[in-house]
Each structure stands twice: as structure tokens, then as C-alpha cells.
């Protein structure tokens, strides 16, 4: 992966993209750190000031409880729909029928019992869970 994002910036249409924002500004990389000393250390005492300054384990606890809330109440909807509208598709069209068709053959090849509905339940258990 990290092979792939360093050669694609390189391949046009993004090597003839300029450096800056919309508004013609020029683009400033964040300056590089400079390590002094071991760097266990360092991040050591990085990690220190920040639990410090974190708050109670209590605080923590509620707000990453809120996070959880607000993900699981955003995120739920749109997986059951796309559920329910994967068994609509199982149910009452013949769609997983047809894109199971290659699997039939493979499976009386492997004999097992009921090869044309184990195919279609495979796929549809790809699908929808």
C-alpha cells in the first residue's frame, strides 16, 4: 500500500496538479521535528503530559461512551437498511439465483446435497452479511 501512495502523486493527471490551495495561496508543510536526545524518552515525557492534562478516568469513560452512542445511533440506520433491502433482493427477486449460477457446478463437483440452494445462500450471505 505504502508502495502504491508513493508512485501515484507521480502518474499524471496528479504530477500536473500545482501545490496550493483554491485561493492561490502556497501550500507550507509542517516543519520536520528534530529529535534531541533517545527517543523513548521524549515520547515518554509526551505521553506523560498528555495523561496529565487528560482529565478523570471518569470524564474519559463518559465521553468515549457519548462517542459509542452517537456512532452506534448515526451508523445503525443505514445498516439495517442496507439489510433489509439485501433480503428484499434474497426474497422476492430471482437476482441472487442468477449470480449464483457458477457456483452450482463447483459445488456438485465438491457433492454437496442441495447444490443450488447452498450456491444461493453462499452468495447472499457475501451480500447482505
Do not use: C, W
Not at 500536473?16 to 521535528?33: D, F, N, Q, R, V
Amino acid at each position: 500500500m505504502s508502495l502504491y501512495l508513493m508512485i501515484l502523486p507521480k502518474l499524471p493527471p496528479l504530477s500536473s496538479k500545482k501545490h496550493s490551495y483554491h485561493t492561490g495561496t502556497k501550500i507550507e508543510l509542517a516543519p520536520e521535528i528534530v529529535v534531541e536526545g533517545p527517543l523513548f524518552k521524549q515520547a515518554l515525557s509526551k505521553a506523560v503530559h498528555r495523561a496529565e492534562n487528560a482529565g478523570s478516568p471518569l470524564t474519559l469513560a463518559k465521553r468515549s461512551f457519548l462517542l459509542a452512542f452517537d456512532l452506534a445511533v448515526s451508523m445503525y440506520p443505514a445498516i439495517m437498511l442496507v439489510g433489509a433491502l439485501g433480503l428484499a433482493l434474497v426474497e422476492f427477486t430471482p437476482v441472487f439465483q442468477i449470480l449464483s449460477l457458477p457456483l452450482v457446478p463447483l459445488f456438485e463437483l465438491l457433492q454437496l446435497p442441495e447444490a443450488e440452494k447452498a450456491s444461493v445462500a453462499l452468495f447472499a450471505h457475501f451480500f447482505i452479511g
